[in-house]
């Protein structure tokens, strides 16, 4: 799925509230998550209306002139926020879609082949949160993340995509085979569970815990259908151990033992059916292992 991103005027002039300081970390922080959604510019399209040039992005001091008026630039932003604003801008493509069509015609437009939304310097009142990406990198994150469980498309492609938006997931090639057996019901649910891995995981303080300590704690933490666990029974170990490429270019054994469990369907509760044999089986990571981001080994029916 392609998204077409958009960044709009009214989302850029809204400052007046912003010093001068916090406008910098800002635009610094947007143009750093411009050259990593660069990265996928083949499912991220960016867009921006002539418009932007016309806004006041300080108090009485044009966009434009920040951006080619180097005497007027230089009394008001340093060179880094300057080339960070033209990574912003002028690296984008140009639209004719203005800020009014943008807003009210192609941000509710979405199928599995492309959906909309908007780079938010500073949210736009008015326009549903869903729609807005603001400034960082965790919005860009989510937005992607809630489209491809609302599209799964095949089994390949979700595992492409999860690549690109759980940074700090590594997904065994087994994955792209076996997540397929439940895209039809919990695709979105994958994702939230994914998420959760992603983003919480780590956001806690595990001194003194021991494993099952911790996954009750991040199971608590990130409001899991059932708390995660271990599989507890040695002699299955063997199938739910995986390998994966170490640093030495040597692949190791890992056993993905810890468990999530995908309880509910996406239309929970509406359904409620209690499902058992559903999981995402990983590792918590290891140093010498794709940079100790968390190993996922397997995304589908119980092991």
């Known amino acids: 799925m392609v998204a077409e991103l958009y960044i709009v005027a009214e989302s850029f002039a809204n400052n007046s509230d912003n010093t001068t300081t916090e406008i910098e970390t800002k635009t610094k922080s947007l143009a750093n998550d411009f050259v990593f959604i660069r990265k996928y510019s083949d499912t991220n399209k960016l867009f921006v209306h002539p418009d932007?040039?016309?806004?006041?992005?300080?108090?009485g001091v044009l966009l434009s002139d920040l951006l080619y008026n180097e005497t007027i630039a230089n009394q008001h932003l340093?060179?880094?926020?300057?080339?960070?604003?033209?990574?912003?801008?002028?690296?984008?493509?140009?639209?004719?879609?203005?800020?009014?069509?943008?807003?009210?015609?192609?941000?509710?437009?979405?199928?599995?082949?492309?959906?909309?939304?908007?780079?938010?310097?500073n949210p736009i009142v008015g326009v549903d949160p869903s729609f807005q990406i603001v400034y960082h990198l965790q919005g860009w994150f989510d937005f992607r993340r809630y489209y491809l469980g609302l599209y799964p498309h095949d089994a390949r492609f979700?595992?492409?995509?999860?690549?690109?938006?759980?940074?700090?997931?590594?997904?065994?090639?087994?994955?792209?085979?076996?997540?397929?057996?439940?895209?039809?019901?919990?695709?979105?649910?994958?994702?939230?569970?994914?998420?959760?891995?992603?983003?919480k995981f780590n956001s806690f303080d595990k001194r003194g815990m021991n494993r099952t300590q911790v996954l009750t704690t991040f199971s608590i933490l990130a409001l899991l259908d059932e708390t995660a666990s271990l599989e507890g029974n040695a002699a299955r170990k063997k199938y739910f151990t995986f390998e994966f490429m170490n640093h030495e270019n040597v692949m190791e054994p890992v056993c993905?033992?810890?468990?999530?469990?995908?309880?509910?369907?996406?239309?929970?509760?509406?359904?409620?059916?209690y499902v058992t044999n559903r999981r995402i089986y990983f590792h918590e990571g290891k140093t010498n292992i794709h940079e100790g981001k968390i190993l996922i080994g397997h995304i589908g029916t119980h092991l």
């Open 52 to 59: 932007i040039y016309n806004i006041y992005f300080l108090r």
């Open 78 to 121: 340093d060179r880094d926020v300057r080339i960070s604003l033209k990574k912003i801008i002028i690296e984008s493509a140009i639209t004719s879609n203005t800020s009014g069509e943008v807003i009210e015609v192609l941000l509710p437009i979405h199928n599995p082949d492309i959906c909309h939304g908007l780079i938010a310097f």
């Open 158 to 199: 979700y595992i492409d995509e999860c690549i690109k938006y759980f940074p700090k997931l590594f997904f065994h090639e087994n994955t792209r085979i076996t997540v397929g057996a439940l895209l039809n019901n919990c695709s979105r649910k994958i994702v939230y569970h994914l998420s959760a891995l992603n983003d």
């Open 256 to 273: 993905c033992e810890p468990h999530l469990k995908l309880c509910h369907n996406d239309n929970y509760p509406g359904d409620n059916a």
